[in-house]
């Protein structure tokens, strides 16, 4: 085996589990400990995997972030429902952006629960870039900026510069409220600014929301509901919304 085969050898089985010891390097490549280090040492140099003592990680292992109880565990099986039918309008090969909603990260879950779609996610959410951050499909591009929020998301000018070099097959965002007379409400200008942006580089968004985000309505309008291309919702949706809903758009209650 030479050098080259060596560091794939190693890469492979990275894929396949997060830690490695280099006695179980050593016998898997057939070769000493002081090959094992030279060749690790390498592949750290390249970004590959992490050294630890007596052995290397993959690299993605290491990224992980703690939630705490709030709106993200809210209504989480009819999150979950969401995401499930959501999961169903990614095709393989599509570009797609998850906002820094619950809704998109319990969308990301299901992305890692199946892992078998080829396919780019642009993400202002840190959670939503940690889960995915383990699929061996996805390549994730984390939007930079303003660290905030909780669960922690990025905004603020950097964060609009930044996405707005992007265009985007489809986009599937959360809501802080939705009225079917005037269009999407939010209660912040940072989050309302990223959520127009959303709408300008993206083809196809797709809005996540549980039925009661219909009985909420804020000051700030971010965009109407026009312009949305299908609203996802769960089968609570009182028949008056549904029937504004269907006037202006697609919708589907799960």
Do not use: W
Not at 68 to 77: A, R
Not at 188 to 217: D, P, R, Y
């Amino acid at each position: 085996m030479n050098f080259n085969e060596k560091e794939q050898k190693i890469i492979d089985m990275l894929k396949k589990q997060d830690y490695i010891d280099n006695v179980t390097l050593s016998s898997s490549l057939g070769c000493s400990l002081v090959t094992v280090r030279s060749t690790v040492t390498n592949l750290e140099k390249k970004g590959m995997l992490l050294r630890t003592h007596g052995g290397v990680k993959n690299p993605t292992s290491s990224i992980s972030v703690m939630l705490k109880s709030g709106n993200i565990f809210k209504s989480h099986k009819d999150k979950i429902r969401i995401a499930e039918k959501a999961y169903k309008e990614i095709d393989d090969r599509d570009t797609i952006i998850l906002d820094d909603s619950s809704n998109s990260f319990y969308l990301a879950t299901i992305i890692k629960k199946y892992d078998k779609k080829d396919i780019t996610v642009i993400t202002t959410s840190l959670v939503a870039a940690a889960e995915l951050s383990h699929c061996h499909t996805v390549t994730v591009i984390m939007i930079g900026g303003l660290l905030s929020g909780s669960p922690s998301s990025t905004m603020g000018d950097y964060a609009t510069e930044m996405l707005a070099k992007f265009k985007a097959n489809k986009a599937f965002i959360g809501v802080h409220g939705i009225n079917p007379e005037v269009g999407i409400t939010s209660i912040g200008n940072s989050q309302m600014q990223i959520k127009k942006l959303i709408f300008e580089i993206t083809q196809k968004v797709f809005v996540l929301a549980c039925s009661n985000k219909f009985s909420h309505s804020h000051l700030l309008v971010s965009t109407p509901i026009s312009s949305i291309y299908k609203v996802i919702t769960d089968k609570k949706l009182l028949p008056e919304y549904k029937r504004e809903l269907q006037n202006k758009t697609f919708i589907e209650t799960v």
